[in-house]
């Protein structure tokens, strides 16, 4: 579904990121992790065609299976195959949450036009499903931080895409609409076989997918590298977070009745960043 070959990016002469090399098949989740400042939003970027690569290429779909080098498609184009949920989102005019939700369609609507009446049955039809539709007709300024993820959420499903990717999606949500967003996510991707590319701060969220039966890989960003590390199990480890991150940390394995053996990590405290810190 999406395919990057020896990409690279810099901001004048300053390189974020160089050689990144991923393929990220129909239907599985890839999780990018890595420190603030590390060049994860950049890389989300040159995917979504905000940014335009310094070297190397980026295909949204089979690399070589036609026209599809993101350089050569429309940001319409790009629109009808991959969706986008911004960490943060803000609307400074009075929009209802319906509306929000059908700027989704913009790609499928010509110039001038309104969406189709089936388009809003699609819309409520979604809210619904998530028991939201008490929210159609608020003001999207209005809403809590939680609401207006979901609303985000679903505006890229009416979107209608195979991708939707995602960057940092819970930034500055509580303790329970984080976990609402996460339970979404989870349930949308079982449901459609989405592919899904999320950018996050909290390795947890790459266990959470994978303790829900999900295929889901992990890539660290670092140093204008990106370091594939495999599922969750393989990738999350102690040697990797505090190479990473630079965090002592205890990954540890509960059963849980009904949901079988689950694993999370158990953050204990920063490492020294000078090696001889540590003698």
Known sequence: MLTLKNAGFSHGQTKIFQGVNLTVPRGETFC????????????IDCILGIL????GDIFLGKAGSGNNEIGKLSSRQIARIVAYVP?????HFSFSVLDILLM?????????SSP??????QAEKLLAA????????RDYTRLSGGERQLVMILRALIQDTPMIVMDEPTAHLDFKNELMVLETIANLIKDRGITLVM????PNHAFYFENAGIPVRVGFMDQQQLHLAGSPSQALTQENLARFYGV??????QAVPGKGTIKQIIPLHTLPTNPMDSK
């Open 52 to 55: 335009k690569l310094a070297q």
């Open 32 to 43: 990018l992790l890595g420190p603030n400042g590390c060049g994860k939003t950049t890389l």
């Open 87 to 91: 960490q943060t989102h803000t609307i």
């Open 248 to 253: 002592k940390t205890s990954v540890i394995s």
């Open 104 to 112: 989704g369609r913009t790609p499928y609507t010509p110039f001038y």
């Open 130 to 137: 998530l028991h939201l539709s008490h929210l159609k007709d």
């Open 116 to 121: 189709k009446p089936m388009e809003i049955k």
């Open 199 to 202: 950018a996050t701060h909290f």
